[in-house]
């Protein structure tokens, strides 16, 4: 039985995530690739969720350190791509979401980001999260693939140790091997049962891990249905990786959204998250 708890309202800048509020986006490119390439799309989503009035954290990592073959691109490292993200923050004025991987990241990144995430490989790492949490940002905690949806408790017990309550949790599937990873929608009001806001990875959810021997493989297909299940559920948050030209993204290229196809899919989106959540949709 799913029991009643009170959600906690996370701010994120100006921003606020959960209690009820319409859904946040998480979006951007899985890796920064160049300069250029994130003050574009920084920019072009930017514009895009100020239209549709949609509040909005800028995503990209600096390092992927959890690639599956040795000489895939990870990123420029964390200085470069650190330095891209703060001016990504100067010239568009949005907030800003990275992933850390080890707690040498964690203060260099902190001074730039306001979301520090803690990918799902990583999910049960203490002193990484411990880390996050003394960060005094937001922490965003991927849910392991390999973990019961119950059991993130005790990832949040280690942030919020810290004195730290401003934490998302982000679902994206789990795995069963065998290349596949699967929705179970039952996870989304369990993880709400922590009290903390609810994010949906509609496209690392499609993920086919190793799928493509020295890549992960993909199924973009089923990014939209996905999506509007979550929202249909009532999470506080979708993540998104998009990019302006998905077939020739550095990272997750079968999973990134293409980015001229995005606002239909919020348009429905955003109906259906003012339908659950019993509210008149803002007109944009």
Same mark, same amino acid.
């Given at each position: 039985? #799913?029991?009643?708890?009170?959600?906690? &309202?996370? @701010?994120? $800048?100006?921003?606020?995530?959960?209690?009820?509020?319409?859904?946040?986006?998480?979006?951007?490119?899985? &890796?920064?690739?160049?300069?250029?390439? %994130?003050?574009?799309?920084?920019?072009?989503?930017?514009?895009?969720? *100020?239209?549709?009035?949609?509040?909005? #954290?800028?995503?990209?990592?600096?390092?992927?350190?959890?690639?599956?073959?040795?000489?895939?691109?990870?990123?420029?490292?964390?200085?470069?791509?650190?330095?891209?993200?703060?001016? #990504?923050?100067?010239?568009?004025?949005?907030?800003?979401?990275? *992933? &850390?991987?080890?707690?040498?990241?964690? /203060?260099?990144?902190?001074?730039?980001?306001?979301?520090?995430?803690?990918?799902?490989?990583?999910?049960?790492?203490? *002193?990484?999260?411990?880390?996050?949490?003394?960060? $005094?940002?937001?922490?965003?905690?991927?849910?392991?693939?390999?973990?019961?949806?119950? *059991?993130?408790?005790?990832?949040?017990?280690?942030?919020?140790?810290?004195?730290?309550?401003?934490?998302?949790?982000?679902?994206?599937?789990?795995?069963?091997?065998?290349?596949?990873?699967?929705?179970?929608?039952?996870?989304?009001?369990?993880?709400?049962?922590?009290?903390?806001?609810?994010?949906?990875? %509609?496209?690392?959810?499609?993920?086919?891990?190793? $799928? /493509?021997?020295?890549?992960?493989?993909?199924?973009?297909?089923?990014? %939209?249905?996905?999506?509007?299940?979550?929202?249909?559920?009532?999470? @506080?948050?979708?993540?998104?990786? #998009?990019? /302006?030209?998905?077939?020739? %993204?550095?990272?997750?290229?079968?999973?990134?959204?293409?980015?001229? /196809?995005?606002?239909?899919?919020?348009?429905?989106?955003?109906?259906?998250?003012?339908?659950?959540?019993?509210?008149?949709?803002?007109?944009?």
């Amino acid at each position: 039985m #799913v029991r009643e708890v009170t959600p906690q &309202v996370v @701010d994120i $800048g100006p921003l606020q995530c959960g209690g009820g509020r319409p859904f946040i986006l998480i979006a951007g490119p899985c &890796v920064i690739e160049s300069r250029d390439s %994130a003050l574009y799309h920084a920019e072009r989503l930017r514009i895009l969720t *100020d239209r549709l009035h949609i509040p909005f #954290v800028y995503k990209s990592s600096f390092d992927k350190a959890n690639r599956t073959a040795l000489h895939s691109f990870r990123g420029l490292g964390r200085d470069e791509g650190l330095a891209i993200l703060a001016e #990504v923050k100067r010239t568009f004025g949005v907030l800003v979401l990275t *992933d &850390v991987h080890s707690t040498d990241d964690v /203060q260099a990144a902190a001074a730039v980001a306001d979301v520090l995430q803690i990918p799902a490989f990583l999910c049960r790492q203490t *002193d990484l999260l411990l880390a996050a949490g003394h960060s $005094g940002r937001v922490v965003n905690i991927k849910k392991g693939q390999f973990l019961a949806p119950w *059991d993130i408790k005790y990832a949040v017990e280690k942030v919020a140790s810290t004195g730290n309550q401003r934490i998302l949790l982000t679902e994206r599937g789990a795995s069963f091997g065998y290349n596949n990873l699967v929705s179970d929608f039952r996870s989304l009001p369990i993880l709400a049962q922590t009290g903390y806001p609810v994010i949906y990875d %509609a496209t690392h959810s499609v993920q086919l891990p190793g $799928g /493509q021997g020295s890549a992960s493989g993909g199924q973009r297909e089923f990014i %939209a249905p996905l999506a509007r299940a979550a929202v249909a559920v009532g999470v @506080d948050g979708l993540f998104m990786e #998009v990019h /302006q030209t998905p077939e020739r %993204a550095l990272s997750d290229s079968t999973t990134a959204y293409p980015l001229d /196809q995005l606002e239909p899919l919020l348009q429905v989106l955003l109906v259906l998250d003012a339908t659950i959540k019993g509210r008149e949709r803002t007109s944009s």
